[in-house]
């Protein structure tokens, strides 16, 4: 089957491979930001094995599902707790290392856009420390919370910490995904294994109805 991953995504996760992520069976990252998920949330119970070469999916969010809620450290150190967002729309998206090609690309394109969202908040998250998505900011002028998971739990409730493969081995690390939330929680649009350059037109497009 040919492998249909853009040369950016490619880059991105060979980059994953060789500097953020574990073997299969290897301890996680060192924990410096915490997770706590708020009293009462779950994952998704909806398995959807993944169709991309490479990579294995466990869960799959759908419309209509609850998204899973978390507490994470933002770029300047600070608690930001999903539920806590009510009342308005959330693109929560997931992305595996700051400032590589893909993860670049992607999030210059949602700060391109991000005066064509009216009230809606963009939550971009991955395993990095606080202190390397204040760098990743600052660089590129993001304008948006990026949040740290290092210890990789929410990316687990979003079922994107995920079995990957590259050169024969198998490793674990995040599969690039996203997910609009409304204002009661509930996700509207689903894009598992988005491309970096769709992700912006994406949420334009869910945003306006379609």
Known sequence: MPDRR????????????????????SPASDGSAPFRPARGSSSAEHAD??????????????????????TLLDQHGDEVTLA??????VLVYFYPKADTPGCTTQACGLRD???????????GISPDAPAALQRFDAKHGLGFTLLSDPEHAAAES???????????????GVVRSAWLVDESGTVTHAW??????DTPTKLLAALKGG
């Open 158 to 172: 979003y079922g994107v910490w995920a079995e990957k493969s590259m050169y024969g081995r198998r490793y674990m």
């Open 49 to 70: 094995p993944a169709t991309r070469p490479g990579t294995t999916l466990a869960i799959v969010l759908s419309p209509g599902d609850h998204a899973p809620d978390f």
């Open 6 to 25: 853009s040369p950016e995504d490619l880059l991105d996760e060979q980059l994953d491979y060789y500097r953020q992520s574990s073997p299969i069976g």
């Open 113 to 123: 856009v991000l005066g064509q969202i009216g009230g809606a908040t963009v939550l």
């Open 192 to 197: 598992p294994k988005i491309s970096p350059k």
């Open 84 to 89: 806590e967002l009510g009342g308005r729309k």
